[in-house]
């Protein structure tokens, strides 16, 4: 493969997200999930999103940047690649079984990625033998729009692996901040906790959601709500972030019951039509 060859693994939401975004800098992507109607799945949302940047402009030709992309089942297509992402569901046991192959089948100088909002980096290249490539690649969603990249150091993670990977955000039109090895790492951390803190300010009756969020828009210029973005981004995920959050750091992290009732309820959010907001009637 070329020197300019990106690893995707999997095929969902992100990983065709993050695969699409590495195509349109004209990197050559191979993305690899584990079945192939899940690959085929992640190619048609990259021909279709590389369509929709051709119409608005973003790029010339969303053909030739399809052609660049090529899906597979099949490891031994990803393992040549200079620069490997990791973009499979946020469970430990998953990862470390994803780069544990990975570091068996390539080369020790391939920089390994892993796309997770919140795991410890560390405890996933521990699986390695050779944990000083691994470091945290946090895209934020969807990486084709979001600029920024949350690169995170784990205990090992060498110098010359943070330059690779500070390089290769460049590269993919991102910007990169460099964060350690800590729990929630810097952005879930603080957005975790800012959604909870506006969830409980629900649950209290302080204000409406709408009004909540309308405030932090207006007045502290956010582009989202806090409500609205956790709406966006999944109620499960952020459950699951500041519980681990809390057991990490203390009580001042643990959810309100709101929170916990609605992912009973399996209100999800945007995903399920219906968190703060009713996404199926389109409020």
């Known amino acids: 493969m070329a020197e300019r060859a990106i690893g995707v693994i999997g095929a969902g939401t992100m990983g065709s997200n993050i695969a699409q975004l590495c195509a349109q800098y004209d990197f050559d992507v191979v993305l690899r999930d584990v079945e192939d109607d899940l690959v085929a799945s992640g190619l048609d949302r990259i021909e279709t999103g590389l369509a929709a940047a051709e119409d608005r402009g ?25 620069f ?9 046991d998953l990862k470390q079984s994803v780069f544990e192959e990975l570091d068996a089948e390539t080369e020790p100088d391939v920089v390994l990625g892993t796309n997770t909002s919140s795991l410890p980096v560390t405890e996933i290249a521990a699986a390695t033998e050779h944990p000083e490539r691994v470091i945290g690649t946090h895209f934020f969603n969807p990486p084709v729009k979001m600029k920024l990249l949350e690169l995170i150091t784990g205990h090992h993670t060498s110098d010359e692996t943070v330059d690779r990977a500070e390089a290769f955000a460049e590269d993919v039109g991102r910007e990169s901040i460099l964060v350690d090895d800590f729990p929630g790492f810097a952005t879930s951390r603080l957005g975790v906790a800012l959604g909870m803190e506006a969830a409980r300010m629900v649950q209290e009756g302080v204000a409406s959601a709408e009004d909540i969020d309308r405030g932090m828009e207006l007045g502290y210029n956010h582009p989202m709500g806090p409500l609205k973005l956790g709406d966006y981004n999944g ?27 609605m992912v009973r309820a399996g209100d999800l959010g945007k995903k399920t039509g219906r968190g703060f907001y009713d996404w199926e009637g389109g409020r």
């Open 58 to 82: 973003i790029i010339e030709d969303a053909s030739a940047a399809f052609a660049r992309v090529t899906g597979t089942t099949d490891l031994d297509e990803v393992v040549e690649a200079t």
């Open 84 to 92: 490997i992402v990791e973009a499979v569901p946020e469970r430990m």
């Open 235 to 261: 109620w499960d995920v952020r459950l699951e972030i500041a519980d681990a959050l809390a057991d990490e750091l203390g009580e001042r992290f643990r959810p309100p019951q709101i929170v916990r009732k």
